[in-house]
């Protein structure tokens, strides 16, 4: 435990060190069977976009029980190794008690956490921030599981049709626009955060408002 609710894992694998900073409800406080896991890009992290939208979510929703569980993987940029990254830490969250499970993945990650979603029942729905289209091909997999997206219509490295395709080879799935904004989603963390919150308790199953 790094802090009261902030516990350092580490997962010690043949081909690498797997770090997930979880965090856990406060004692005291009801926890609900449900969880989020975030990734991040090619270049991996753990703070995700929008200025460190992962470390808000973390504090935020845990403190309402439900847990987040933040992965930096092994290998970042490989799609394969990043996937199984992700999806021992949904299985960790799992073990621990979550029946529902939302991934959320940025740039690279978007497409990480689809596969994930695609592969594990566990999982009830997709976060992306602007996702690659790439390795998004199995979406139809998601089987109209939701999908939340956004992206920047200013995005300087991946194009906003890039999240577009997804959504059509998803066949499901609601696309926010972020005006003006780029790949780092540097100004719309106000915009995210709402809508996370609107969207979140039911895709979760869970009480929080």
């Known amino acids: 435990m790094v802090t009261r609710t902030l516990r350092h894992v580490e997962l010690f694998t043949m081909r690498g060190l797997v770090t997930i900073l979880w965090h856990q409800v406060p004692a005291g406080q009801p926890a609900q069977p449900a ?9 991996g992290g753990l703070l995700g976009p929008a200025n460190g939208l992962y470390q808000e979510l973390g504090d935020a929703w845990s403190a309402m029980g439900v847990p987040v569980l933040r992965v930096s993987y092994r290998r970042p940029n490989d799609l394969d190794s990043c996937c199984l990254d992700v999806a021992a830490a949904v299985q960790l969250a799992a073990d621990a008690g979550a029946r529902r499970v939302v991934v959320m993945g940025h740039s690279f990650g978007g ?19 602007a996702t690659q289209s790439a390795g998004c091909e199995v979406a ?6 939701p999908l939340l997206m956004f992206h920047g ?16 080879m998803a066949g499901v799935g609601e696309l926010v626009v972020c005006e003006g ?13 709402n809508r996370l919150t609107d969207w979140l308790p039911a895709v979760l199953g869970t009480t929080t408002a």
């Open 35 to 43: 969880a989020i896991v975030a990734c991040g890009g090619a270049m």
């Open 111 to 129: 497409a990480v956490a689809v596969r994930v979603a695609v592969a594990m029942d566990e999982v009830s729905g997709v976060v992306t921030f």
């Open 140 to 145: 139809p997999g998601l089987r109209g599981r």
């Open 153 to 168: 219509d200013a995005d300087e490295i991946l194009p906003l049709e890039s999240s577009q395709i997804v959504t059509a």
């Open 181 to 193: 904004d780029g790949h780092l989603l540097a100004h719309s963390a106000t915009l995210i955060s």
